[in-house]
């Protein structure tokens, strides 16, 4: 990390960490710290905490900056540690934000306000008061289906004129279109990543530079190969690891997203499946089917990619 640009920091494969839960479901920090480890070990670029998939919502804010604090010493500062920074309150997000940046942060994923879905001018006023709170670059999480509120290109141009240290946007609206968007108007000034995981090669061919991913929580190898592909190799060398991948990487696009990827992980031995209600593991059907689509995928594996 020594020597790079704030924009730099969203290049590449980050993940977005489950949070491992022990059976009292207390935050498990010894296969959490191995876990990311092991994640950098492979190739992945940076890891992301307490976000969406990291089941934020479900977590205290002692618990989210105890999940920065024990990646920031697990890491050794191999890799950079991005705190997720979500709220239904703004003066919770930007006392998050200050906290988590000292307790070594190397970055901030913002996310626009729980459960009120603010209209355009709160949007801008949420996202003001945490950038301006902070001195690590930022990235803006745009997400409306999953938190009912569309962060337009040029909302993103208004933000990124007045703070130096938006220096990213995790687009998740699956409108390829946005990325072409954000870049006509912004050009380099910053750095945009894929936050749906059956969207990257799509999104990269549209100007992405990075891929938060979630199933890169089992398949690390495999994700940051199918990213490498997608920018510098033949379309039908990517294309063919993306068709072998993508019945997995759908399992980022549902309800059930987190219980669908620690289900992968726990089946593939790297995690346990248990989540904090309300949510509740897979069952019956739920099972058979993720199951068959693991096994189905792992019966064909593709060449010279390690599935380890």
Request: aromatic content about 6%; hydrophobic content about 45%; charged content about 20%.
């Amino acid at each position: 990390m020594t020597g790079s640009s704030p924009a730099a920091l969203w290049r590449g494969v980050l993940v977005a960490l489950t949070t491992p839960f022990d059976r009292d479901l207390a935050i498990d920090t010894t296969a959490l710290r191995a876990h990311a480890t092991w994640l950098v070990d492979r190739g992945v670029q940076g890891v992301v905490a307490g976000g969406s998939l990291g089941e934020g919502a479900t977590l205290s804010v002692e618990e989210r900056l105890l999940l920065v604090r024990e990646l920031v010493s697990a890491l050794e500062g191999r890799a950079p540690v991005v705190a997720a920074i979500a709220s239904s309150r703004t003066s919770d997000a930007v006392a998050l934000a200050r906290a988590a940046a000292q307790e070594g942060a190397a970055g901030l994923l913002v996310l626009p306000p729980y459960v009120y879905r603010t209209d355009p001018r709160e949007t801008l006023s949420h996202f003001h008061a945490v950038l301006g709170a902070t001195s690590v670059p930022c990235m803006l999480y745009n997400n409306p289906s999953a938190y009912g509120t569309d962060v337009l290109p040029e909302q993103i141009l208004e933000l990124a004129e007045e703070h130096s240290l938006l220096t990213g946007v995790k687009e998740s609206s699956g409108d390829v279109r946005r990325i072409t968007g954000i870049r006509s108007l912004l050009g380099d000034r910053l750095e945009v990543a894929v936050g749906l995981d059956d969207a990257v090669l799509e999104g990269i061919r549209a100007g992405a530079v990075g891929w938060v991913a979630g199933l890169a929580n089992a398949f690390p190898d495999a994700s940051v190969e199918l990213f490498r592909r997608a920018r510098t190799a033949s379309e039908e060398s990517a294309f063919e690891l993306y068709r072998w991948f993508l019945p997995l990487l759908r399992m980022d696009t549902t309800n059930k997203f987190v219980q669908q990827i620690k289900f992968v992980q726990s089946e593939v031995g790297r995690g346990s499946a248990r989540v904090r209600p309300p949510r509740l593991e897979l069952a019956s059907d739920e099972v058979i089917v993720a199951r068959a689509t693991l096994r189905d995928a792992l019966a064909h594996p593709p060449a010279g990619v390690p599935l380890e």
